[in-house]
């Protein structure tokens, strides 16, 4: 375990931000509209019919602990089938965290990796903090959960939402959209929840 942790701070080191770049406060100027508008509930049908898809593009993290800046490519095939990949935008070290049928493996560029069938306690342990994968499946095309308070900006697609998971409250602030394609989708997000800030930028989309 301890020489995965220490090559995830490989990845990582050299690309600390300034915490004006990451942990941003979420906007106020935002005009909201009813859920039943007819436009929104059509594209909420178009993102409930997307079951599989790539995501690329950039992310920050900020907590009280750490900060960084990394490349992701996240490919989600279902619930028990999905991969995020992370990578250095300053060297050739690579992270991998996997989910499968029998739990969660993290793994690197160098051949070391470990697993588990608790996928949390796994990301706990080498990542060190706690992130709802299983949400953010949904969280990143745009998409709220049943069971979440959320609001549709002017723009008819989703403007944020707050969302209590494991005892925390997470929130999602989406800044942009990729309007030149059908249908559009998130490009700017904001995730913040106590201690922790993680901004979004995704470059591409391919929907399957």
Request: hydrophobic share 35%.
């Amino acid at each position: 375990m301890k020489t995965i942790k220490f090559s995830l701070w490989i990845l990582f080191a050299g690309l600390l931000l300034c915490g004006c770049t990451v942990d941003q406060q979420r906007p106020t100027d935002v005009k909201y509209i009813e859920k039943t508008d007819p436009t929104w509930q059509q594209h909420l049908k178009q993102l409930q019919q997307i079951k599989s898809y790539q995501a690329l593009g950039q992310l920050g993290y900020i907590s009280t602990k750490e900060r960084f800046s990394t490349r992701f490519d996240w490919q989600y095939q279902n619930q028990q089938n999905y991969t995020l990949k992370l990578y250095s935008t300053l060297s050739s070290e690579t992270l991998q965290i996997q989910m499968h049928p029998q739990g969660m493996t993290i793994s690197d560029n160098k051949g070391r990796q470990r697993s588990a069938a608790d996928a949390k306690m796994l990301l706990r342990e080498i990542i060190g903090m706690d992130f709802p994968l299983d949400e953010f499946v949904f969280w990143l095309k745009g998409q709220p959960k049943d069971n979440s308070d959320y609001l549709v900006a002017e723009n008819h697609f989703l403007g944020s939402f707050t969302h209590l998971v494991d005892g925390k409250t997470w929130t999602a602030d989406y800044l942009s959209y990729h309007l030149n394609r059908q249908p559009p989708m998130p490009e700017n997000i904001l995730l913040k929840t106590e201690g922790q800030t993680l901004k979004i930028r995704v470059d591409e989309w391919n929907l399957k």
